[in-house]
C-alpha cells in the first residue's frame, strides 16, 4: 500500500470508485445475529443502510423481525425499535443476492490448542457462494468473525470461489476486517473505533469498504488497509497487547499489595500519564475474562507455534491471569471467619449479561474448592453464571437481603449498583469488604467495617495482616 492509505476519504477516492464503475454500499446482509452481529445490524439501520440479517437461529430471526433484541446490549432495544423500517431477519442466504456487501459474524470457537474452528465460517461461505452464482454484478464479503493468519485466504476466498464458479478480484472482493468492541458498549464502539481494520484481497475490495466506513462510523475514524494476513495478525495482536497490560497493572496491585503504603492506583495513574504507555486498562484488579481476551492471547500464543516461534510473552500472560483467582482466594480465606463469603459480580465487566471467563465464577468455585460456603449475586449474569458455578454456590437475587446476612463481601465486578454498598445499600456493622476495585473507598475510615482493597497496603493494614 502506498502512504496515500492513510488520507481520510477525499474526492480521490470517489474518482477511484468511478473508475471501478461502482456505487456505493447501500443494502447489507449479516450473517449471524448473536452478540456482535445483531448491535452491528441495529447499528447499520440507525445509520440509514437496508439491511437483511440472516442466522440459522430461529428465535433470534422471528425476534428481530418482531422488533425484538435477539440479544442483551445497551441501547440495542431502542435502535432496533426506531429502525425497524430497514431490517429484514430470514433464515436463508437466497437474498444476498440482492445486497452489495455480506458480513460474517458467525462463531469461530476456540480450539484446544488455542486456535480458532472455522467451520461455521466455512458453511456460511458455502451458502453465500450458491446465492451469488446467478448474481451479475460485483459482490463484496467481509469477514468480521476473527480467525487465524492463513485462514480468510484458505477458508473463505477459496470456498467462495470454489462453489460459486467465480473469480476473487473480479467478480468478487474479500475484507477481513475485525471489529474491537466491548460488550456492554458495542454499539457505541462500532459507531465510534479507534481506528478502521481492513485486510483487502485488492484494492477495489479496500476501496469499498473504506468509503462504506465513511457513512458508517460517527466519529471520523481513521481506516488502515493493508493486506489480508497482516489485518489477521493485526486483530490478535491488538488484544494481545492489551492483555499484557492488564496483567502488568495485576502484577503492580499484587506487588502493592505487600508494600506498607502502597496504593497501586497512585502508580498506575502516575505511569500512565507517560504517552508511551497511557492510562487505558492500566488499573490493577482482577483477571480479565469474558469471549475475547482470554481466548485472543492464547491464539496469539498458538500464532507463534505454527511457526515454530515460542510466543512467551502470550503464553505467560495466560498464566499469570489464570494465577490470580488462586492469590485472591488466599486473601479471602485469610479473611473468612465464618467460612462464609458473599461475591459480588459474576459478570467479566459491568453492563453484560455474560458470565465467561469471569473472575467472580472463577473466585466462587475456587473458594467453594477451599471448602468456604459462598453467596453470590450479580445484578444481570446469574442466569449465565448458573451453568458455570459450582452446585454449591447459592446465587442470591436480592442485593439488599444478601448483604445483610454476610460478614465477608468480596467485590469482583465493578457494577455501579455495588458503587452504592453502605450508602442505599445497608451493610451490617462488623462486616469486612474486600474491594478488587477500589468502588467502596468511602467505607474505608468507617470504623464500623473492615476494609480492604486490592493494589492497597494502607499503613500496613493489608489483607495480609488478617483481621485487627
Ligand atoms: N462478542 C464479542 O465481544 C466479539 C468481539 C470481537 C470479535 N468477535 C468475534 O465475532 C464472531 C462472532 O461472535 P459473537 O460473540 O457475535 O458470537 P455469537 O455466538 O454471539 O453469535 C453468532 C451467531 O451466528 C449464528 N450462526 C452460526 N452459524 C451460522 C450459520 N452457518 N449461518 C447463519 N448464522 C449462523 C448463531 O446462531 C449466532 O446467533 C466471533 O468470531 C468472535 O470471535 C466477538
Not at 342 to 371: F, H, M
Amino acid at each position: 500500500m502506498n502512504n496515500l492509505t492513510f488520507l481520510p476519504i477525499t474526492i480521490q477516492s470517489y474518482t477511484k470508485l468511478v473508475r471501478y464503475g461502482m456505487k456505493d454500499i447501500d443494502r447489507i446482509s449479516v450473517v449471524g445475529l448473536g452478540k456482535l452481529g445483531a448491535p452491528f445490524v441495529a447499528a447499520l439501520a440507525h445509520r440509514g443502510f437496508e439491511v437483511i440479517g440472516i442466522d440459522n437461529d430461529e428465535a433470534k430471526v422471528r425476534a428481530l423481525n418482531q422488533g425484538k433484541a435477539p440479544v442483551d446490549e445497551p441501547e440495542l432495544q431502542e435502535l432496533i425499535s426506531k429502525n425497524i423500517s430497514r431490517i429484514i431477519a430470514v433464515g436463508d442466504y437466497s437474498k444476498i443476492t440482492d445486497t452489495d456487501v455480506t458480513f460474517f459474524l458467525v462463531p469461530t470457537p476456540s480450539e484446544s490448542t488455542g486456535g480458532f474452528s472455522t467451520k461455521y465460517v466455512v458453511s456460511s461461505a458455502k451458502a453465500s457462494a450458491e446465492a451469488i452464482k446467478n448474481k451479475k454484478g460485483y459482490h463484496l464479503f467481509v469477514l468480521t468473525s476473527t480467525v487465524m493468519p492463513g485462514d480468510t485466504e484458505k477458508k473463505l476466498i477459496s470456498i467462495l470461489e470454489s462453489s460459486s464458479g467465480k473469480k476473487c478480484g473480479k467478480d468478487f472482493g474479500v475484507c477481513y476486517n475485525p471489529e474491537f468492541i466491548a460488550l456492554g458498549s458495542v454499539i457505541h464502539d462500532l459507531l465510534n473505533p479507534d481506528f478502521v481494520l481492513v485486510g483487502e484481497s485488492d484494492s477495489r475490495a479496500g476501496e469499498l469498504l473504506e468509503r462504506f466506513y465513511s457513512r458508517f462510523c460517527e466519529n471520523k475514524a481513521r481506516t488502515v488497509r493493508m493486506n489480508i494476513i497482516n489485518a489477521e495478525i493485526t486483530k490478535l495482536s491488538v488484544n494481545s497487547f492489551v492483555t499484557t497490560k492488564i496483567t502488568f497493572a495485576n502484577m503492580l496491585a499484587r506487588i502493592c499489595s505487600g508494600y506498607s503504603g502502597a496504593d497501586s492506583d497512585v502508580v498506575t495513574s502516575a505511569i500512565g500519564l507517560d504517552s508511551r504507555i497511557g492510562r487505558k486498562y492500566l488499573k490493577g484488579a482482577v483477571a480479565y475474562g469474558g469471549p475475547c481476551f482470554p481466548r485472543d492471547n492464547k491464539a496469539m500464543a498458538e500464532v507463534g507455534r505454527r511457526v515454530g516461534e515460542n510466543a512467551l510473552l502470550a503464553v505467560t500472560t495466560d498464566e499469570e491471569n489464570r494465577r490470580i483467582t488462586s492469590w485472591l482466594a488466599d486473601k479471602i480465606v485469610s479473611l473468612s471467619k465464618d467460612k462464609k463469603v458473599l461475591i459480588l459480580g459474576l459478570s467479566y465487566k459491568p453492563d453484560t449479561n455474560v458470565a465467561e471467563e469471569s473472575q467472580g465464577v472463577y473466585l466462587a468455585n475456587e473458594l467453594c474448592r477451599r471448602g468456604l460456603k459462598v453467596m453470590a449475586h450479580d445484578p444481570k449474569a446469574m442466569n449465565d453464571a448458573r451453568k458455570r458455578l459450582a452446585d454449591s454456590v447459592e446465587l442470591c437475587d436480592d442485593l439488599d437481603k444478601a448483604l445483610e446476612s454476610s460478614e465477608l463481601i468480596v467485590v469482583t465486578t465493578p457494577w455501579k449498583d455495588y458503587a452504592g454498598i453502605g450508602k442505599e445499600y445497608e451493610l451490617s456493622s462488623g462486616t469486612t469488604i474486600f474491594d478488587c476495585w477500589r468502588i467502596l473507598t468511602h467505607l474505608e475510615e468507617d470504623s464500623r467495617f473492615h476494609y480492604y482493597a486490592v493494589g492497597v497496603n494502607k499503613n500496613g493494614r493489608s489483607c495480609e495482616n488478617g483481621l485487627e
